[in-house]
């Protein structure tokens, strides 16, 4: 009888030990569990409100930048005066060299355009980046180009393009300002 009762309180006291474990767990996760609540992990109003803050600094960020854009205006026109051609003349010649030639190129230039008096004055502003963007195009005219056909034309228009380059890349004109580029002078010596 005596075996009995060591094999029974054997066996009681590995149930304890059992017992004890899980009760350490159980409170451990309980004790985790209360904690998360109370920091207010499982609020979900919490949650909501910074997603409605964050939509909200977003649609301030937005309505900032539709404030910084400059407002576009528009130039009403009367009906007789929307193709009326207006031109510039640059005041100075271009002068260049002939690509792999001792000769030199000496061009005057004249632009025309249908646009209002905005191309003009861009014109003006940009006159430097123009004028550069024109001296390396003309740099680039070789002696045997000189005597083709149909070299002039293709030149104006060469210009005619370079010049709309530089007006849509500084001026952010979505359409082609200039629409004829003339030579009022044009040596080579």
Same mark, same amino acid.
């Given at each position: 009888?005596?075996?009995?009762?060591?094999?029974?309180?054997?066996?009681?006291?590995?149930?304890?030990?059992?017992?004890?474990?899980?009760?350490?767990?159980?409170?451990?996760?309980?004790?985790?569990?209360? &904690?998360?609540?109370?920091?207010?992990?499982? +609020?979900?109003?919490?949650?909501?409100?910074?997603?409605? &803050?964050?939509?909200?600094?977003?649609? +301030?960020?937005?309505?900032?930048?539709?404030?910084?854009?400059?407002?576009?205006?528009?130039?009403?026109?009367?009906?007789?005066?929307?193709?009326?051609?207006?031109?510039?003349?640059?005041?100075?010649?271009?002068?260049?060299?002939?690509?792999?030639?001792?000769?030199?190129?000496?061009?005057?230039?004249?632009?025309?355009?249908?646009?209002?008096?905005?191309?003009?004055?861009?014109?003006? +502003?940009?006159?430097?980046?123009?004028?550069?963007?024109?001296?390396?195009?003309?740099?680039?005219?070789?002696? =045997?180009?000189?005597?083709?056909? =149909?070299?002039?034309?293709?030149?104006?228009? +060469?210009?005619?393009?370079?010049?709309?380059?530089?007006?849509?890349?500084?001026? &952010?004109?979505?359409?082609?300002?200039?629409?004829?580029?003339?030579?009022?002078?044009?040596?080579?010596?």
């Amino acid at each position: 009888m005596a075996e009995v009762e060591e094999e029974v309180k054997s066996g009681g006291g590995l149930v304890k030990i059992i017992l004890i474990v899980l009760v350490v767990l159980l409170v451990g996760v309980l004790s985790a569990l209360g &904690a998360l609540f109370f920091t207010g992990f499982f +609020d979900q109003a919490e949650a909501d409100a910074a997603e409605q &803050a964050i939509a909200e600094l977003e649609a +301030d960020i937005e309505e900032t930048e539709a404030v910084q854009e400059p407002e576009k205006v528009t130039k009403e026109m009367a009906e007789e005066e929307q193709f009326k051609p207006a031109y510039h003349s640059f005041p100075t010649p271009f002068i260049a060299n002939v690509s792999q030639s001792r000769k030199v190129m000496q061009v005057s230039l004249a632009i025309m355009t249908y646009y209002d008096d905005r191309v003009l004055t861009a014109i003006a +502003d940009h006159d430097f980046a123009i004028r550069a963007a024109i001296l390396d195009r003309l740099r680039m005219v070789r002696e =045997d180009e000189l005597v083709e056909a =149909d070299f002039r034309r293709n030149l104006q228009e +060469d210009l005619a393009l370079i010049i709309n380059e530089v007006l849509e890349k500084f001026e &952010a004109f979505k359409f082609a300002a200039v629409e004829e580029v003339y030579f009022t002078a044009f040596v080579v010596q």
